[in-house]
């Protein structure tokens, strides 16, 4: 029996995303999670065939939990489903585990194609990116300033991009001020950006904040 987990804070895309698979996985048992906390739950707690993952978590980022959900679940499928541009978003996603990355803007038709190739031991990647990626094979690619910040680093810079205080990052993701402020300080430094307003025209510029 297929076990499906669906991870994304939105209750709404969740019943989407179950009505859907229900549709070619009729007899699937599906388990829902909002936060970071209670997906790391069902990840340690159960076992799952395919988990639907989103990026944006309360609590700290999906990447998180997708690489710990290899760790603890080495024959789980994860297709990360994010609203985050592929271009952006989809290296860091497979180099953590990914086994497919789809944004949220996609049809359910593609969301068919993509859930298929996964479970069929295949990579999925948008037809447009595989176009972009390409075009751009034997050519050296040049690494991103922020793809080289630790997942807590981003979190960090993209809740300062959003306008959030020291306080508030520090709540959300569950961790102390101080260590917020040395998040930020590596992520200041790896960018070679000081002050919040140049970290919040970096994201919107790279697309890391919607």
Not at 138 to 148: D, K, R, S
């Amino acid at each position: 029996m297929m076990r499906i987990l669906l991870v994304d804070d939105h209750e709404i895309l969740r019943r989407g995303l179950k009505q859907l698979l229900g549709e070619i996985f009729p007899e699937a048992v599906f388990g829902e999670a909002g936060t970071l906390v209670e997906a790391r739950a069902l990840v340690t707690g159960q076992l799952w065939h395919l988990i639907l993952l989103d990026i944006n978590l309360p609590g700290g980022s999906g990447l998180e939990l997708l690489m710990e959900a290899r760790q603890l679940q080495s024959g789980v499928v994860v297709l990360v489903l994010s609203s985050y541009p592929e271009e952006e978003f989809a290296v860091r996603a497979f180099k953590s585990g990914a086994d497919g990355y789809l944004t949220k803007a996609s049809v359910a038709s593609e969301l068919f194609v993509a859930v298929r190739k996964v479970l069929g031991g295949g990579k999925y990647v948008s037809a447009a990116l595989a176009e972009k990626l390409a075009r751009v094979i034997g050519v050296p690619l040049v690494q991103l300033p922020h793809e080289t910040l630790s997942a807590r680093e981003l979190d960090v810079l993209r809740l300062v991009a959003l306008g959030r205080t020291v306080r508030e990052i520090a709540a959300e993701l569950g961790i102390g001020e101080k260590t917020v402020a040395t998040y930020r300080k590596r992520a200041s430094e790896k960018l070679g950006l000081a002050t919040n307003v140049e970290m919040a025209r970096y994201a919107l510029q790279h697309g890391l904040v919607e």
